[in-house]
């Protein structure tokens, strides 16, 4: 052997660090290494595992549910002084920027129409009615709106059919989505054709599966005029959601939510006692204040009409774990649309323009002038639109409900569109013969609005001429459909079952007596109303 292979061997020896290397490389370096008399330096050894960072846990998958209260034909921003809020171009521009969200009509699946959407635009119902803008054109300006700004299901509003059943379907397929009503059955399918709603849909997005359940008001059935829910029945809200529930599991939903066109606290004994059902969110409208609170596991939120806020609901889940356990938190927040926030989206804009330009060439016509204008509920509303009727129809007493005015009459010109606004509803008048008994009974209604009579004491009232109504004598009394057949509790159908169809739009006696009144910023309106 070589003295080099002898110095290599003895250096082995020494040196068993340099063996377990087993490199060629390194094992030249020690043996350099021998021949300078210094030992091989060892090679680094590796960092414990125990040393090394923890791998960072994956991002977790979001769905994000925007929810909107009835839009209510309010599709420009409203406000005074510069504190205009809302508006859907607004709001679009919003859900846009801030969540990603995909514009433009929802897919016969109910796919958005971008691949890899995250969001799901949903509405609590009641849609068309509000100002000239979406009533003039019985809310169709709305619906287009509403395509545009990719609203996936509705629950179905009490004030849908307002238009007429034919409008109403034609609307729903303007805005390409679903209205939702799983407590609204079909008792005669030959009179109900067309108005067969789903109770619940089902919409996938990232592989997460919600299910959508909807909820009709009480008074959809009751209040709609005559021929327009024919064929329907409402069942209770608890039966309606108990097979409505689980059927939506059935079909694959990992979470559900429930729209409503009722105040959700109604609905908080029928959650406390079925917990069981796991519903995540419970969405809805009609409630006198704004509510954003839990029932158990449940979250139960209030919108109020229109676009000045919105839900933003931004669900988390697992997609490893199985088909209904996926979910792993819910986070919700009310959002105020600021208009001057996101960028409005433009196509909206336009569309919102065009039937602006339209409203404004049909409706633009100044009939009148009002300086301080006319609150909703005040004396001066009731003697310029009821007061307006009576004239017209030559009737003793005319009887309208508050509620059926739906906005105060703005400071400034009276134009055709003003009266539209505040009167959005289409209702046609009628003439009935009501004796004064009967007629007492229905003017002590909390609702009446009224022109002719003025009370006298409890359940007592006086004609215009300041007599006591005389129980036996047959009164002339104009009202409109909706009164006539039993809306907000009146029961003129009962007591004139033989009215005089006068064919008549509700608006167009305002429209004409204003002209006739010819109201100037120097002798305003409100001057020249009768006493």
Not at 369 to 390: C, D, H, L, N, Y
Not at 398 to 407: A, D, E, S, Y
Not at 420 to 449: F, H, I, R, T, W
């Amino acid at each position: 052997m070589s003295p080099i292979s002898s110095r290599a061997l003895s250096c082995r020896e020494s040196s068993s660090l340099s063996l377990r290397a087993a490199v060629a490389v390194a094992l030249l370096a020690g043996l350099a290494a021998c021949d300078k008399g210094t030992p091989p330096a060892p090679p680094p050894e590796k960092a414990p595992e125990a040393n090394k960072a923890p791998p960072k846990p994956p991002e977790p998958s979001v769905v994000t549910l925007l929810i909107t209260g009835g839009l209510g034909g309010q599709l420009a921003p409203a406000g005074e002084g510069g504190q205009s809020k809302g508006g859907a171009a607004e709001t679009l521009g919003r859900w846009v920027a801030e969540d990603k969200h995909c514009p433009g009509p929802v897919k016969a699946d109910g796919q958005a129409s971008c691949a890899d959407s995250t969001t799901l635009a949903l509405a609590t119902g009641d849609h068309w009615n509000g100002p000239a803008l979406s009533s003039f054109f019985l809310g169709q300006p709305t619906a287009a709106v509403m395509a545009r700004m990719g609203y996936a299901a509705s629950a179905l509003g009490n004030h849908e059919l307002d238009f007429g059943r034919e409008q109403f379907l034609k609307n729903a397929e303007i805005g390409q989505f679903p209205f939702l009503a799983a407590n609204l059955k079909v008792k005669d399918p030959s009179l109900a054709k067309g108005l067969e709603l789903p109770a619940f849909k089902v919409f996938d997005r990232k592989g997460l599966k919600v299910g959508v359940v909807g909820l009709t008001s009480p008074k959809t059935v009751t209040s709609a005029m005559a021929g327009r829910a024919e064929g329907l029945d409402l069942v209770g809200t608890e039966e309606a959601l108990a097979s409505a529930i689980p059927e939506a599991r059935k079909a694959g939903a990992d979470v559900v939510v429930v729209l409503a066109d009722i105040c959700p606290t109604d609905l908080q004994p029928t959650l406390e006692k079925h917990a069981d059902w796991k519903v995540a969110l419970v969405a809805g409208g009609r409630c006198p204040t704004q509510i954003d609170t839990k029932v158990g596991d449940t979250q139960v939120v209030s919108m109020a009409r229109g676009l000045e806020k919105y839900l933003r609901a931004r669900i988390t889940f697992d997609p490893s774990k199985p088909a209904g356990e996926k979910v792993t938190g819910i986070e919700t927040k009310l959002v105020d649309v600021e208009g001057a926030g996101a960028t409005p989206d433009p196509e909206t804009v336009k569309a919102i323009g065009d039937a602006k330009a339209q409203l404004d060439q049909k409706l633009g016509e100044q009939v009148g002038f009002t300086k301080k204008g006319i609150k909703q509920g005040t004396p001066e509303m009731a003697r310029w639109v009821a007061g307006s009727m009576r004239e017209a129809l030559g009737a003793d007493v005319v009887v309208l409900n508050r509620k059926g005015i739906r906005q105060d009459l703005p400071v400034g010109p009276i134009t055709v569109g003003s009266v539209y606004s505040v009167l959005p509803y289409e209702n046609s008048l009628m003439l009935l013969k009501v004796k004064g008994a009967d007629l007492a009974a229905q003017l002590a209604n909390p609702e009446a609005l009224l022109s002719g009579v003025t009370a006298a004491g409890k359940g007592k009232f006086k004609d215009a001429k300041g007599k006591p109504l005389d129980p036996k004598k047959e009164y002339t009394v104009g009202t409109v459909e909706y009164l006539y057949f039993g809306g907000d509790g009146f029961e003129f159908e009962k007591i004139a079952p033989d009215p005089t169809e006068t064919g008549m739009a509700w608006q167009t006696p305002v429209v004409e007596w204003t002209q006739k009144l010819k109201s100037t910023e120097a002798k305003p309106l409100e001057k020249s109303l009768p006493k």
